[in-house]
């Protein structure tokens, strides 16, 4: 079957639309590494040195809002002649309703945040519920947590 040219035109226009409209409608989420530096943290009544060993943590951006993070991270915590090594490899689901880590999380709670200031290592599962500024008015842990900054005096 011969086409003509406008035909075949007309055909790949309409294909092309069709194909655009499905892509927009399915987006596919986007994942780009977790970038953490060393810092000082001052959390703690004393500073915090936050080395980070090893970084292969990812986040996942869905279209409809929701973050995924999944991934290794392993971090160095230092108070002078005190140290520890921590595997805080989560992971974290985090979308407009709220935050739930699983696994191992560090979590930098500031003045602000229910019972902050301070350093939490977590294990098991972590709800957080955040205000409108960001700041964590609910902390719930089902699992063990260790203050960081005690183990660390």
Request: with cysteine; aromatic share 6%; charged share 20%.
């Amino acid at each position: 079957m011969k086409m003509g040219k406008r035909t075949a035109a007309t055909l790949g226009v309409v294909l092309m639309t069709v194909l655009l409209a499905g892509a927009a409608t399915a987006a596919q989420p986007i994942r780009e590494p977790l970038l953490i530096e060393d810092d000082v943290l001052t959390l703690c009544s004393f500073p915090v040195l936050l080395e980070v060993i090893a970084n292969k943590e990812y986040v996942t951006f869905f279209e409809d809002g929701r973050l995924l993070v999944t991934g290794k991270l392993f971090v160095r915590l230092t108070h002078g002649d005190n140290s520890l090594t921590l595997n805080i490899s989560g992971p974290a689901h985090i979308s407009d309703l709220g935050e739930r880590y699983a696994g191992r999380g560090l979590f930098l709670l500031f003045p602000e945040d229910v019972g902050g200031p301070g350093l939490v290592l977590t294990t098991g599962r972590v709800d957080v519920v955040r205000a409108e500024d960001g700041f964590v008015t609910n902390f719930s842990v089902k699992g063990n947590t260790v203050d960081i900054c005690a183990a660390l005096a």
